[in-house]
C-alpha cells in the first residue's frame, strides 16, 4: 500500500536537489507523427474534481455506497465525452476482493529454541497478518534464516537464496536493497531503491521460494517511514484480491519486526546484529540459519467478501486499435469514519485523487473530440482499491482487456498538488524507459526539464498504480507538478507540497477549492496529453532503459515468449 512519507522524507523529497538521472537508450527512438492536437478542457478538469470530491461520494470507499457512486458518476462522464467501453463493451471491471482481519486476542507468534521461550509483543515487536483466505493459519516448529536483504536479482549478479532451502523455514531479511547501504551506484542503483528493495518484492520471493514465514527487520531509513506506519497500515482488516488459489501459493505468515527486537533476536542466536547487517550488503554474502530458533505462529481471521469496480473506456484507434496507449489513476479514497456529531468524517481526498482521476477522463475527452481519431486506441483506466494496496491495478495487469503485448505504454497520474507554475515536471523514477524520451521533447516545446524525485531511496516509482503495469513488462510514466516554480523558485515549491503533505494529505481536510492555483497541474495534464497523443499516433514501441528490472519481461512479451 501506498504510505505517506513522514514529514523529514518529504522535505528531503522536495527540497533537496539530486542530479538528473542519465540513460542512454538502447535505440533511436522512432520519428513520430505530428498531428493537431486537441486542447484538455481545464474546465472540466475542474468540474469533475469537485464532483467527485463532494460529500455526496462519502470518500469513495471501494464496495460502498459512495464507492457505487463514483463509479456510476465516472461512467456517466465516458459516456457524455464520447468515450467509449474499455472492457469488452462494459465500462466496468469488477474487481473480487477479500479482507482478512487478524485477530489478534485469538493470535500469536512464539520464539522457541536454544533456551529461549517468548511470545512477541504484537505491535511492539511484532505486526504480522496472513494473505491465505483462510479462517485458521498455522506456522509450526518454523526454523529461523537470515537471508540478507532476500533477493534474486540475475542482472544484478545478486542471489541471496543460492544452494538454500527454506522450504518450512521462516526467513528474516532486511529492507530496501544492498545499494542503500554502499551508496555505492555499482551495487544495484546505489541511492536509488529498485523493485527488490520492496517490501511486497521480499514476501512474493519468500513464497516463490517456499518458505513458511517471511518477516522483514524495520529499520526507519531504509523504508523511509516510522514503525508507526507499520502499527497504523498493517493492523486492522487488510484487502487482497480474492484469487482462484485462496492465495495457497504465499507463505503462511508475512510481517515486520522492529529493529530493537530484531537486535534481540539476533543476539539469541549468537549473531552480531550490526556486524551481520553490514554483511549482508556484499555480494559474497551467505545466508546463515539462526541457531536453534524457531517460530510456531497461529493466525486467526475474519473473512469478507467484497466487489469494487475499475472503469475503463476506450478511444478506439483508426490503423492499430488493437494496440494501445494507457492513462491510468485511481478514483478510491479512505471513506468516512465514524466522529461525534457535528464533526466531519468524511475523506473527500480531493488532491488524492480527484485530481488525477479528473485529469484521465478530461484528457480522454481530448481524444474523443479531437478532429481526427488516434491512430492506436487510447484506454482511460480509472482504478479501484489503489489505497488498499494498489488492487485495482494489479486485477487489471492480471486481467487486461488489451494483451499486455498490445500495450504501448502508460502515464499514470496521482495526487496533483495544486501550486503554481513550473520550471520543471517531476518523473518519478526517472531514468527507468524510453517513454522519457518522448516525454522530453513535449516538455522541451513547453520550456520545461524533467527532474527526478530528491529521495530516490523511498523507492516512491513502486507506490502508485503504475508499478502494477511496470511489474508485468509495460513501461509506464509517473508524472507529478514541478516544484521549481516560475513565482518563488523551489523554496516555494517546498513549502506548497509540504502545507499538503503536512497538513490535509489523507485527512478529512483534503477538499476541493475553487481557489486552487491550478497552473502547475495544467502543465503536467498539458503534456501527458501531448506525450501520449505522440505514441498514439505512431509505430514506436518503447522499452526499458538497458539494465532495468523489468526490461527482460518487455523483451519477452513483445519477443513473443510471454
Known amino acids: 500500500m501506498r504510505y505517506p512519507l513522514p514529514l523529514l522524507a518529504v522535505i528531503a523529497l522536495l527540497a533537496c536537489e539530486a542530479p538528473p538521472a542519465t540513460q542512454t537508450p538502447t535505440a533511436e527512438p522512432k520519428t513520430l507523427t505530428m498531428m493537431p492536437e486537441n486542447t484538455v478542457s481545464m474546465t472540466r478538469v475542474k468540474e469533475i474534481i469537485a464532483e467527485l470530491s463532494d460529500d455526496r461520494y462519502e470518500g469513495r470507499e471501494p464496495a460502498t455506497t459512495g464507492g457505487d457512486k463514483s463509479e456510476a ?30 485477530d489478534p486476542p485469538r493470535s500469536s507468534v512464539k520464539l522457541s ?33 537470515f537471508v540478507g536483504y532476500g533477493i534474486v536479482a540475475p542482472e544484478y549478479d545478486w542471489d541471496d537464496y543460492a544452494d538454500l532451502d527454506v522450504r518450512g523455514k521462516t526467513v528474516v531479511m532486511l529492507v530496501n536493497d544492498p545499494g542503500f547501504v554502499t551508496q555505492d551506484p555499482g551495487v544495484f542503483k546505489g541511492r536509488t531503491m529498485t523493485y527488490y528493495g520492496r517490501w511486497t518484492y521480499k514476501y512474493e520471493e519468500a513464497s516463490r521460494q517456499g518458505a513458511a514465514g517471511a518477516l522483514i527487520i524495520h529499520q526507519s531509513a531504509p523504508a523511509s517511514y516510522g514503525w508507526s506506519v507499520i502499527e497504523t497500515g498493517w493492523s486492522g482488516p487488510q484487502l487482497d484480491l480474492k484469487r482462484d488459489d485462496g492465495n495457497a501459493s504465499r507463505a503462511a505468515m508475512e510481517g515486520w ?12 542466536a549468537g549473531m552480531d546484529f ?20 524457531q517460530i510456531d505462529a497461529i493466525l486467526e481471521n475474519k473473512l469478507d467478501f467484497v466487489t469494487a469496480n475499475n472503469v475503463i473506456g476506450m478511444i478506439e484507434g483508426s490503423a492499430a486499435p488493437g494496440e494501445a496507449v494507457l492513462y491510468m489513476g485511481h478514483f478510491d479514497h479512505l471513506g468516512m469514519k465514524d466522529v461525534p456529531e457535528g464533526e466531519d468524517g468524511i475523506y473527500n481526498g480531493a488532491v488524492d485523487n480527484a485530481t488525477g482521476t479528473a485529469a484521465i477522463l478530461a484528457i480522454g475527452e481530448a481524444f474523443a473530440s479531437a478532429p481526427t481519431p488516434p491512430e492506436r486506441s487510447v484506454m482511460i483506466v480509472a482504478v479501484t482499491a489503489e489505497e488498499s494496496g494498489l488492487l485495482g ?28 507554475q513550473a520550471t520543471d515536471v517531476i518523473v518519478t523514477g526517472l531514468g527507468a524507459s524510453e517513454l522519457e524520451d518522448v516525454l522530453e521533447t513535449y516538455a522541451a516545446k513547453d520550456g520545461l526539464t524533467l527532474s527526478p524525485e530528491s529521495a530516490p531511496e523511498a523507492g516512491l516509482f513502486y507506490r502508485s498504480d503504475h508499478i502494477s503495469l511496470s511489474k508485468v513488462g509495460v513501461p509506464m510514466l509517473y508524472l507529478e507538478v514541478g516544484n521549481d516554480l516560475v513565482d518563488g523558485g523551489k523554496d516555494a515549491g517546498t ?5 499538503y503533505y503536512n497538513g ?24 501527458g496529453y501531448k506525450t501520449g497523443n505522440a505514441l498514439a499516433r505512431s ?3 518503447p522499452n526499458w532503459y538497458e539494465g532495468n528490472e523489468f526490461k527482460e519481461l518487455r523483451d519477452a512479451m513483445r519477443d513473443g515468449k510471454k
Request: charged fraction near 15%; charge should be negative.
Open 73 to 102: 458518476y465516472l461512467v456517466s462522464q465516458m459516456q457524455a465525452m464520447g468515450i467509449q467501453p474499455g472492457n469488452n463493451g462494459s465500462y466496468l471491471q469488477a474487481v473480487p476482493m477479500v479482507s482478512i482481519a487478524l
Open 113 to 145: 529454541g536454544g533456551g529461549v521461550g517468548h511470545t512477541l509483543k504484537y505491535l511492539e515487536e511484532i505486526v504480522y497478518h496472513t494473505r491465505r483466505v483462510e479462517p485458521e493459519v498455522l506456522v509450526e516448529n518454523s526454523e529461523l534464516v
Open 257 to 268: 519486526i522492529s529493529e530493537d527486537f530484531a537486535k534481540e533476536l539476533f543476539a539469541a
Open 274 to 293: 550490526q556486524a551481520t547487517t553490514i554483511a549482508a550488503a556484499a555480494p559474497n554474502f551467505k545466508a546463515r540459519d539462526m541457531g536453534e530458533l
Open 393 to 420: 491495478s494489479a486485477y487489471f495487469a492480471e486481467h487486461p482487456p488489451v494483451p499486455l503485448d498490445k500495450i504501448v505504454g502508460g502515464i499514470n497520474l496521482d495526487a496533483m498538488i495544486p501550486m503554481g
Open 495 to 499: 513549502a506548497a507540497a509540504l502545507a
Open 504 to 527: 490535509p494529505y489523507h485527512q478529512v481536510g483534503d477538499e476541493y477549492s475553487p481557489d486552487w492555483d491550478f497552473a502547475g497541474m495544467e502543465q503536467v495534464i498539458s503534456l
Open 539 to 541: 509505430d514506436t514501441w
